[in-house]
């Protein structure tokens, strides 16, 4: 951006946000030029740190009348270029719009500002005998799991983010603030603009509230652990479980590597087979332990080798823990590899068809990495590795990306589950859409955003 007008717009933000929220140094836009992804990180000019909506509305203003870029930012913890600000400009750091504004106790939700990361939220929420269900891997913002459409374990079960979302407070590109949905469970009136904005990658509006829907903790739960002679034998048993009416709380499918990376943790020492994780949740203790029979009968037709049930809290919070950690235990093993993270969901009939073919991929390619899913929703995640400088090596991760992506939709299903579109997927938008589909989507952000300002590069 070219200096003197660099100056008049940080002049014009101390204005709104107070001189110490703007930033132009270099660790500010070093640490909000880049997510978790492999993808080239791309600077901003600018980092504000806004405190209420008002201000956010008069940041978007300011930006849309000069024609600036504007990118949000929750935790930066997304996994397909999501926040990266391809063409500058401001980035929007939610970090202090983090308050919880209300516990709707007695209805089961909670308004939010939309810097709060969930897992601190969960802890608040924990003293009401509540909870928020969705749950990524990384302590990740609401915002950003509402701009993401954020999913995660317990999905299954508590569906994902855009499920658990009853209203929004939008701030538009123009800068005018508006309000979707309602607090009714039941909503019927007029277009669902909330779950428009859900999953949009801050491409149509900035999230300045969000209120959720919440859960009761459970009483009773239960972890089990299966294991199996191959992963497609794994992927079968997922089908089963969920064909026989039984209602898990998770089911994740880990591949035999996956199981040795977690096993590097200490805390956690499971067989190294491929297996799956799962956890039930019930109202008695009773009707838990006829579920888990039935669970094991099930994985007993599938040819599990391997069945423990009943597995208590503490080392049930360290199998979810060690779960939740494996992207970052990947990534630590690898820490000088280009890294491609596959996000495919496909109809549950499908998944072992998905999960054998994409088992047989690593052999074929000759790619290491390991595969792992949200198997009980029919998502399936590999990361494959690949040395930095061996242009020939990263040919051959896009390949396996472009072959996964390919089998998932011709199953039916999808080439993004949880992650998003960010950069990565928006090559396979048309395969997936369709020309007519895809103009629809343009059309709307050329409503919401004529100028572009909105996270421009993203989605479509
Ligand atoms: C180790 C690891 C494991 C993960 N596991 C999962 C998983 O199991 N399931 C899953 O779904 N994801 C997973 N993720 C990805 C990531 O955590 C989610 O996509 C999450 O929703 C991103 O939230 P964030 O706060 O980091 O958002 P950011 O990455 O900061 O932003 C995400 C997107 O939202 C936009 N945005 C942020 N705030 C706002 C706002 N207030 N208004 C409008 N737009 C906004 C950004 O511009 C960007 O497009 C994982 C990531 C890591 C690193």
């Not at 950690?325 to 998944?351: C, H, M, N, W």
Request: hydrophobic share 40%.
């Amino acid at each position: 951006m070219e200096a003197t007008i660099l100056a008049q717009l940080t002049n014009a933000l101390q204005q709104i946000v107070g001189a110490e929220h703007v930033s132009s140094a270099d660790s500010d836009r070093n640490l909000h030029a880049k997510d978790q992804s492999s993808h080239a990180a791309h600077l901003p000019d600018l980092v504000v740190w806004p405190e209420t909506t008002a201000q956010v509305s008069q940041i978007a203003r300011l930006a849309n009348e000069n024609q600036v870029a504007i990118t949000g930012w929750g935790a930066g913890s997304s996994l397909e270029g999501n926040t990266i600000p391809l063409r500058g400009g401001i980035v929007i750091d939610f970090g202090r719009m983090n308050r919880i504004l209300a516990v709707h106790q007695n209805d089961f939700q909670v308004t939010v500002q939309p810097g709060i990361f969930y897992k601190d939220m969960n802890k608040t929420l924990a003293q009401y005998g509540l909870f928020f269900a969705p749950d990524p891997g990384a302590n990740a913002s609401v915002g950003g799991m509402v701009a993401n459409n954020a999913a995660g374990t317990r999905t299954v079960r508590y569906g994902a983010t855009r499920d658990n979302i009853m209203a929004l407070e939008v701030v538009l590109a123009n800068g005018e603030v508006i309000r979707t949905g309602s607090r009714s469970v039941k909503q019927s009136a007029g277009y669902d603009l909330t779950h428009l904005f859900t999953g949009s990658e801050g491409t149509l509006g900035l999230i300045t509230e969000a209120t959720l829907k919440l859960h009761p903790l459970p009483e009773h739960f239960s972890a089990v652990v299966a294991a199996f002679a191959s992963t497609p034998a794994a992927a079968e048993a997922v089908y089963g479980i969920i064909g026989s009416g039984l209602n898990p709380a998770a089911l994740e499918l880990l591949d035999a590597d996956s199981v040795r990376y977690m096993n590097t943790l200490e805390s956690v020492d499971l067989p190294e087979r491929p297996l799956l994780l799962m956890e039930f949740h019930g109202a008695s203790a009773a009707t838990i332990t006829a579920e888990l029979e039935l669970v094991r009968q099930v994985c007993d037709d599938c040819g599990c080798t391997y069945f423990e049930a009943g597995v208590g809290r503490d080392e049930r919070d360290r199998l979810w823990e060690g779960r939740h950690k494996l992207g970052e235990i990947l990534f630590r093993i690898y820490p000088d590899s280009i890294y491609l993270i596959t996000d495919v969901a496909v109809p549950i009939s499908q998944y072992p068809v998905l999960a054998a073919y994409t088992n047989s991929l690593f052999a074929e390619l000759h790619v290491k990495g390991a595969l792992f899913g949200h198997a009980g929703d029919g998502n399936l995640h590999t990361v494959a590795f690949g040395r930095k400088d061996d242009a020939a090596q990263q040919v051959v991760l896009q390949t396996f990306n472009d072959r996964v992506v390919q089998k998932a939709l011709a199953l039916g299903g999808t080439c993004t589950g949880e992650h998003g579109v960010g950069i990565g997927k928006q090559k396979y938008m048309v395969y997936e859409h369709g020309e007519g589909a895809i103009a629809v989507m343009s059309s709307i952000k050329r409503l919401f955003d004529p100028n572009n300002i909105l996270n421009p590069g993203k989605v479509v």
